[in-house]
């Protein structure tokens, strides 16, 4: 179906469901217990899952296929962003072509910056495509300052041009929509104790994922695929095949930074301010993470990978040492301060120190990441049921 | 007029003269080797052919037309291809992925940007996959991680990689090396049918004279970067320049 597998099919469908039942999901404890504060069904954070999932798959294609390691993709996700709100600002608040011009953009930039980077491989590539995003980010916080806004970054303003917008009415502020459709509204659904909401910028960003998400499965599948595999595995044999390595990396390299410059865009659509901080190598080094930490060259891996690290960020940083002491009360006072103690460093600000633990535990034991972990208890299973029939039917004979 | 034309090529690596005056013409559809000693430059007159180095001097002509100067991959959809002393085979995939890498490089040349095609309805590529794999004995591997195969199976599966690209001259570099005696004769035996039943010349840089006396039709012997001799395979045995380069002065 849709031109893939039965396997593929089925994961994207999975995936489908699960972005689309994300409100539920991702809010199973109600509100006001103690384990509220686990809920990360709210708009915000889920706007952040899919965007990053975007960035993640894309960064995907050329990392996980080529085996190119850019240390440079935030670059490419800034340039996306800086395009959109110019785009809202200039033309109209309306998402979609202030997306359009957000992949053309970084796609034109990652051409330019692909085409020079590629000339070399291995960690001269990396330090390459770090140095233009650092670059990238050095100019946009000071000589391009009019075109950035510097330091400040750009926000929608009530007397940006937007040409092909109305004046706005007497309080009303400019807002990124889908034709008049809000990003920002919101419904809520109260069952019992639990509170859904239900977003229509998250929506838009789910659905946008999900043909990202379908994209790269054909990627993955296609002969062009296949040759990206190929670049990883062995250059020489394919320059020995008659095939030309160059214009297939960067290809790849266009398309992942293509897939970067859109989630930069989406950032926008969703909150329409725009800061050089986007650029800043970390945020290149995050994108790596995700796609090591949820398995590379996998399909599913990156978007696993984009989802724990911004869950960890914003749910494991916001607890402190007051909502420990909540938790372990029943303890007794020298027992309770101890074990907190020996908590405190893996939560709140510290929550880096948990990742970085997981991220080394995921790289040595789970080299595939956690698809990998998944494949393995998936095999676990199968071997306990294999084990079983055959016992079972043993003494039938 | 030779398929493949060698004039006066030499070559210097700094202090070292690795190739000189070396002449050299393979006639179409013969299996010509080349012997000599270890250091004789074997290997280095095989990298001007395919594009890897660039000779001082001289000219190699493929077909009436200069390698020289072209990449690799543009030497190779001239129709020259290469086995390696090592099989170099794209171990991370499948051998049927292997095998579809060169047929789809032979059906849509050195580029071409197919994104969005799936390659499992690629039916042609495929048919002509598997009738290779089949040709070759592989096909019960096909879906085998070509890293977990056999040095013998993946020699095997570089040369169907090559041969599916239906080249005009296959250039072997030592294909038995470091292979056991049945491996050896197992690749003799493939290396004579596919000069029996196909239209290809074949030059072969052989240390194993066992395999050179079995498949060449004429042999070169190549000594500090010269050619010394070049005849018919009896008349090289006995001959005693050769011995001379081989065993030294007191044979």
């Known amino acids: 179906m849709l031109g893939l597998t039965k396997k593929d099919y089925n994961l994207l469908l999975i995936v489908a469901c699960l972005t689309m039942l994300a409100p539920f999901i991702l809010n199973p404890f109600p509100e006001g217990s103690g384990l509220a504060q686990f809920n990360a069904g709210y708009p915000d954070l889920m706007q952040r899952f899919v965007i990053f999932g975007i960035f993640a798959i894309g960064f995907n294609i050329l990392f996980g296929l080529t085996g190119y390691l850019s240390f440079g993709h935030a670059a490419f996700l800034g340039v996306g962003s800086y395009a959109a709100i110019w785009m809202m600002k200039l033309l109209t608040t309306n998402v979609i072509p202030a997306m359009i011009l957000a992949v053309a953009i970084a796609g034109a930039f990652a051409l330019l910056v692909g085409y020079v980077s590629l000339r070399r491989s291995g960690i001269y590539f990396s330090i390459l495509t770090l140095a233009f995003a650092q670059m990238s980010y050095a100019l946009a916080y000071s000589v391009l300052t009019p075109i950035t806004g510097g330091e400040t970054g750009l926000q929608l303003k009530l007397d940006d041009a937007r040409i092909l917008d109305g004046a706005l009415g007497a309080g009303e502020q400019a807002r990124a929509n889908l034709f008049g459709l809000n990003m920002s509204s919101s419904y809520e659904l109260s069952v019992g104790s639990w509170l859904f909401t239900f977003n229509t910028g998250y929506y838009i960003a789910a659905v946008i994922m999900l043909l990202a998400f379908y994209l790269a499965i054909r990627i993955f599948r296609s002969p062009f695929g296949l040759m990206l595999r190929a670049v990883k595995s062995n250059q020489q044999r394919l320059n020995y095949t008659g095939l030309n390595p160059r214009p297939y990396t960067l290809a790849a390299f266009v398309i992942s930074g293509m897939y970067a410059g859109l989630a930069g865009g989406l950032m926008v659509a969703m909150d329409t301010q725009v800061g050089p901080e986007r650029m800043f190598w970390t945020a290149s080094g995050e994108v790596v993470l995700m796609t090591i930490l949820g398995g590379a060259g996998t399909l599913i891996g990156p978007v696993l990978g984009a989802g724990l690290i911004k869950y960890m960020e914003n749910i494991l940083s916001k607890i402190n040492s007051d909502i420990l002491h909540t938790w372990f009360a029943f303890l007794p006072d020298g027992l309770e301060d101890f074990i907190i103690t020996l908590i405190y460093p893996f939560i709140g600000k510290g929550w880096h120190l948990t990742l970085g633990i997981i991220f080394m535990l995921v790289v040595i034991f789970l080299p595939g990441g956690l698809v990998e972990g998944g494949q393995r208890i998936a095999k676990l299973f199968k071997r306990k049921d294999d084990a079983e029939d055959t016992a079972a039917s043993t003494p039938a004979e | ?251």
Do not use: W
Not at chain 2, 98 to 123: Q, T
Not at chain 2, 217 to 222: E, K, P
Not at chain 2, 225 to 247: Q, S
């Open chain 2, 1 to 251: 007029m030779g398929i493949l034309e060698v004039k006066n090529v030499g070559k210097r690596f700094g202090g070292l003269q690795a190739l000189n005056e070396v002449n050299l013409s393979v006639a179409e559809n013969t299996c010509h080797a080349i012997i000599g000693p270890n250091g004789a430059g074997k290997s280095t007159l095989l990298n001007c052919f395919v594009g890897k180095l660039i000779p001082d001097t001289g000219s190699v002509m493929f077909d009436g037309q200069s390698v020289l100067g072209r990449t690799p991959y543009e030497i190779n959809q001239m129709g020259i291809s290469r086995v390696f002393q090592t099989p170099e085979i794209f171990s991370d995939l499948s051998v049927l992925e292997n095998m579809m890498i060169p047929v789809l490089a032979k059906r849509d040349g050195a580029f071409r940007m197919h994104a969005y095609a799936d390659m499992m309805s690629e039916k042609d590529i495929l048919e002509k996959s598997e009738a290779m794999l089949e040709d070759m004995g592989l096909a019960e591997k096909r879906g085998m991680q070509a890293s977990s195969m056999s040095r013998g199976d993946k020699r095997r599966l570089e040369i169907a990689m090559c041969l599916s690209q239906e080249p005009r001259l296959l250039l072997l570099d030592e294909p038995t090396a470091g292979m056991a005696r049945a491996d050896t004769n197992n690749t003799i035996d493939l290396l004579k049918q596919i000069k029996e039943e196909r239209d290809i010349t074949i030059a072969i840089i052989e240390h194993d004279m066992h395999v050179v006396f079995s498949l060449a039709d004429r042999i070169t012997v190549l000594a500090q970067g010269t050619p010394l001799v070049e005849d018919h395979p009896e008349n090289i045995k006995g001959h005693p320049k050769v011995r001379e380069a081989y065993l030294g002065e007191a044979a």
